[in-house]
C-alpha cells in the first residue's frame, strides 16, 4: 500500500541555519509527490509539488527532488527564518489507488533567532 | 478568490449527540474531500465527492459518519451518536477536478470537534 514516513520532531534551528526535513514514501504505482505547510493557527498550505521522477519542486526558498530511486521527497532550505516555524507535511497521490492523499505525520520546526 | 471554507471553526459536544459540519470549496472546483487529523499525526482520508456523488467513501471508520454534497458544492459531514474518539480536526479540501495522482487539493482551516 502507500504510506509516507517522516522524519521525527520537533526539530529547533537557529535563524540562517540549514534545514533538512526527510521524507520517504511507499507507493504501488507513480505518485506525485507534495509538501504542505501549516503554520500557526492556519489551515494547510501547498508548499511544493513534483509529479514524476527527478522533478524539482521549489518554492519560498525551499526545495523537493522527486528521488525514485531512493523512494524520497526531502524538503530543505538553505537559510531558514523564523518566519518558516510551521508544521511541515510531506504527502502522496497516486493514481492507482484513488484520489485521496497519503500525509506523514509531520515534522514541527521551530526557529529561533 | 476565497479559499475552502469551514464551519463552524470549533464545535464542542457530549457524547451521543449528533453533529454537522460543512465545507464550503473554492468555486468551480468539483471535487471534495474530506479528512481527519488526530493530534499530532497527518490528515486521514475520509471521503472524497466529484460533482454531488461520493466517489470514494473507503476512509469513512464506521456507519456513524456520513457525508452529502447534494449541489455539487457545499458538503456536510454527519456524525451520528458521537464518541470520545471522534474528537479531531475534520478538515476538508477542495480540488479542480479530481484528476487522480496530480491534482493540488486545496484545504481550509479545519473544524476542531471535542466531543465530551
Known amino acids: 500500500g502507500n504510506s509516507v514516513t517522516q522524519m521525527e520532531g520537533p526539530v529547533t534551528l537557529s535563524e540562517e541555519a540549514f534545514l533538512t526535513i526527510n521524507c520517504t514514501y511507499t507507493?504501488?504505482?507513480?505518485?506525485?509527490l507534495f509538501w504542505y505547510v501549516q503554520y500557526p493557527g492556519e489551515g494547510l498550505q501547498l508548499l511544493l509539488k513534483a509529479t514524476k521522477a527527478d522533478d524539482k519542486g521549489s518554492n519560498k526558498g525551499f526545495e523537493a527532488t522527486y528521488r525514485k530511486e531512493t523512494t524520497s521527497f526531502h524538503l530543505e532550505k538553505g537559510s531558514v527564518q523564523v518566519s518558516d516555524s510551521a508544521v511541515y507535511f510531506c504527502a502522496l497521490s497516486d493514481a492507482n489507488t484513488g484520489n485521496q492523499f497519503y500525509f506523514g505525520t509531520g515534522t514541527s520546526l521551530t526557529v529561533i533567532p | 478568490g476565497a479559499g475552502v471554507s469551514q464551519t463552524p471553526s470549533n464545535k464542542v459536544t457530549e457524547k451521543g449527540k449528533y453533529v454537522e459540519l460543512r465545507c464550503d470549496p473554492i468555486?468551480?472546483?468539483?471535487?471534495l474531500y474530506w479528512y481527519r487529523q488526530s493530534l499530532g499525526q497527518g490528515p486521514e482520508f475520509l471521503i472524497y465527492f466529484q460533482g454531488t456523488g461520493a466517489a470514494d467513501d473507503s476512509g469513512l471508520p464506521n456507519d456513524r459518519f456520513f457525508a452529502v454534497r447534494p449541489e455539487g458544492s457545499v458538503s456536510t459531514l454527519k456524525i451520528q451518536r458521537t464518541e470520545r474518539g471522534d474528537s479531531a480536526v475534520y478538515l476538508c479540501?477542495?480540488?479542480?477536478?479530481?484528476?487522480?495522482?496530480?491534482?493540488?487539493?486545496?484545504f481550509g482551516p479545519g473544524t476542531r470537534l471535542l466531543v465530551l
Open positions: 507507493a504501488t504505482g507513480y505518485p506525485s
Open positions: 468555486s468551480g472546483h468539483t471535487a
Open positions: 479540501a477542495s480540488s479542480l477536478t479530481g484528476l487522480a495522482g496530480q491534482e493540488t487539493q486545496y
